[in-house]
């Protein structure tokens, strides 16, 4: 078939009649020059049975040797049974969609169809299923682990070793964490499938590669005379008079260290002589007597944090708790970083208490730990409570007694004795 069937002074020549005028230069190239002198470059072809044109300028912006040269890539494309008008609808789009998405950068927000973007849609659908903290928790490890390696990446194009290397970001002794945060991509790839964003989930065949979870070892002193000497020096840190208070309060109360930073005044009932408040990681509604060293521990505070909601407030800021850092740190400067840690206090009473014979069931009530029958649980929060009376006393006095140096008392003698 007959090529570059025109040239430039014929194109220039060609003046407007009554009706449009095909000039054609072959191979389906040609120019259609309007009645109204406007003269468009046209591309005609066939692709799997079906006519169709192709527009390629306007003359003279678009020269006969650039219409030529698109005409070239054009056919060479159906050639290759790609469809030209696919492209070019296809290289529109991702001008868009590249305009649009740096509009998004711009203000600070992800691209429309990225890891990141789908990640925030599918964070959105759970906000109201789970505890704001446990949300928090989420959101923090996806911007601290999973954001900076494929948050950008189209949700497509993300294959499972980008995945595995999300998890290799993430330090190897969080066996815990890494786990979650696999746990957590699948979800967000569960949500993409959901919604027509993703074929398959990536994730999935990472969960094989993770090394089983293994518990972390908490340190924690259970000789008596060890905690003596932890309790002397917490008598001698030097530290804020806030953060004394609550290293001196968590051995006498061995709640969970959370708990205890996130303890509020409304809580604490002086006349009844206890604190009330929900166990956030059991759910279930939990009562500590109070000790009288406890309540002196907080009489003494009380006139130091009482104008805030929380008994032990951020220093910085007496509207939000403490940091989570600022009793294991307290710990760790007084050269307990190995030995005994913050949560060590509830093994510490856990050992301790059972050696005397006090009731492993009053014990557990105490820690907080949810019975296997969680309708139980939810009704018996002042299950054993008066044995836990006598029990949380006389544990305060027994700390009180083994900090000034008094001679051990045998295993059993003290539950015995009450």
Same mark, same amino acid.
């Given at each position: 078939?007959?090529?570059?069937?025109?040239?430039?002074?014929?194109?220039?020549?060609? %003046?407007?009649?009554?009706? #449009?005028?095909?000039?054609?230069?072959?191979?389906?190239?040609?120019?259609?020059?309007?009645?109204?002198?406007?003269?468009?470059?046209?591309?005609?072809?066939?692709?799997?049975?079906?006519?169709?044109?192709?527009?390629? @300028?306007?003359?003279?912006?678009?020269?006969?040797?650039?219409?030529?040269?698109?005409?070239?890539?054009?056919?060479?494309?159906?050639?290759?049974?790609? +469809?030209?008008? #696919?492209?070019?609808?296809?290289?529109?789009?991702?001008?868009?969609?590249?305009?649009?998405?740096?509009?998004?950068?711009?203000?600070?927000?992800?691209?429309?169809?990225?890891?990141?973007?789908?990640?925030?849609?599918?964070?959105?659908?759970?906000?109201? =299923?789970?505890?704001?903290?446990?949300?928090?928790?989420?959101?923090?490890?996806?911007?601290?682990?999973?954001?900076?390696?494929?948050? *950008?990446?189209?949700?497509?194009?993300?294959?499972?070793?980008?995945?595995?290397?999300?998890?290799? &970001?993430? #330090?190897? &002794?969080?066996?815990?964490?890494?786990?979650?945060?696999?746990?957590?991509?699948?979800?967000?790839?569960?949500?993409?499938?959901?919604?027509?964003?993703?074929?398959?989930?990536?994730?999935?065949?990472?969960?094989?590669?993770?090394?089983?979870?293994?518990?972390?070892? /908490?340190?924690?002193?259970?000789?008596?005379?060890?905690?003596? %000497?932890?309790?002397? #020096?917490?008598?001698?840190?030097?530290?804020?008079?806030?953060?004394?208070? *609550?290293?001196?309060?968590?051995?006498?109360?061995?709640?969970?260290?959370?708990?205890?930073?996130?303890?509020?005044?409304?809580?604490? +009932?002086?006349?009844?002589?206890?604190?009330?408040?929900?166990?956030? %990681?059991?759910?279930?509604?939990?009562?500590?007597?109070?000790?009288? =060293?406890?309540?002196?521990?907080?009489?003494?505070?009380?006139?130091?944090?009482?104008?805030?909601?929380?008994?032990?407030?951020?220093?910085?800021?007496?509207? %939000?708790?403490?940091?989570?850092?600022?009793?294991?740190?307290?710990?760790?400067?007084?050269?307990?970083?190995?030995?005994?840690?913050?949560?060590?206090?509830?093994? &510490?009473?856990?050992?301790?208490?059972?050696?005397? @014979?006090?009731?492993?069931?009053?014990?557990?009530?105490?820690?907080?730990?949810?019975? /296997?029958?969680?309708?139980?649980?939810?009704?018996?929060?002042?299950?054993?409570?008066?044995?836990? /009376?006598?029990?949380?006393?006389?544990?305060?006095?027994?700390?009180?007694?083994?900090?000034?140096?008094?001679?051990?008392?045998?295993? @059993? /003698?003290?539950?015995?004795?009450?």
């Amino acid at each position: 078939m007959a090529r570059n069937l025109l040239t430039d002074s014929t194109i220039r020549s060609t %003046k407007p009649g009554i009706k #449009d005028q095909r000039l054609n230069d072959g191979e389906g190239l040609y120019l259609l020059v309007k009645s109204t002198g406007a003269k468009w470059w046209r591309f005609d072809y066939s692709i799997q049975g079906t006519r169709k044109t192709l527009s390629l @300028g306007v003359y003279p912006e678009t020269s006969l040797a650039n219409a030529r040269s698109e005409a070239v890539k054009a056919r060479s494309q159906v050639a290759s049974g790609i +469809d030209p008008s #696919d492209t070019r609808k296809a290289e529109k789009q991702m001008r868009q969609d590249a305009k649009a998405n740096a509009k998004r950068i711009a203000a600070g927000l992800p691209i429309v169809g990225s890891f990141e973007d789908v990640a925030g849609q599918w964070f959105g659908s759970i906000k109201h =299923q789970i505890k704001e903290q446990t949300f928090n928790i989420k959101l923090v490890r996806f911007k601290t682990y999973v954001y900076p390696t494929i948050g *950008a990446m189209d949700i497509r194009a993300v294959k499972s070793p980008d995945v595995m290397a999300v998890i290799k &970001t993430v #330090d190897h &002794t969080k066996t815990s964490v890494a786990k979650a945060l696999r746990a957590e991509i699948s979800a967000v790839f569960g949500y993409a499938i959901a919604h027509g964003l993703a074929d398959y989930d990536v994730a999935q065949p990472v969960a094989k590669m993770l090394k089983a979870h293994v518990g972390g070892h /908490r340190p924690a002193l259970t000789n008596p005379a060890d905690v003596g %000497k932890l309790l002397r #020096d917490i008598d001698g840190y030097n530290g804020t008079f806030t953060v004394k208070s *609550a290293l001196r309060l968590l051995p006498v109360l061995f709640c969970r260290p959370g708990e205890l930073r996130l303890m509020k005044w409304v809580d604490v +009932d002086f006349d009844s002589r206890e604190w009330r408040y929900v166990a956030f %990681k059991t759910g279930i509604n939990h009562i500590v007597p109070l000790s009288t =060293q406890a309540i002196r521990i907080l009489t003494e505070l009380l006139p130091v944090t009482g104008s805030s909601e929380y008994v032990f407030p951020k220093a910085s800021d007496s509207k %939000k708790p403490m940091s989570k850092r600022s009793i294991q740190g307290a710990l760790v400067s007084m050269g307990y970083s190995d030995s005994h840690c913050a949560h060590g206090f509830r093994s &510490t009473a856990s050992t301790l208490l059972n050696e005397q @014979g006090w009731s492993p069931d009053a014990i557990e009530r105490q820690l907080a730990h949810m019975p /296997r029958d969680s309708v139980r649980a939810a009704y018996n929060r002042a299950q054993y409570l008066d044995e836990r /009376r006598r029990m949380m006393q006389a544990w305060a006095d027994y700390l009180e007694g083994i900090k000034n140096g008094a001679d051990i008392v045998p295993i @059993g /003698r003290l539950a015995k004795g009450n």
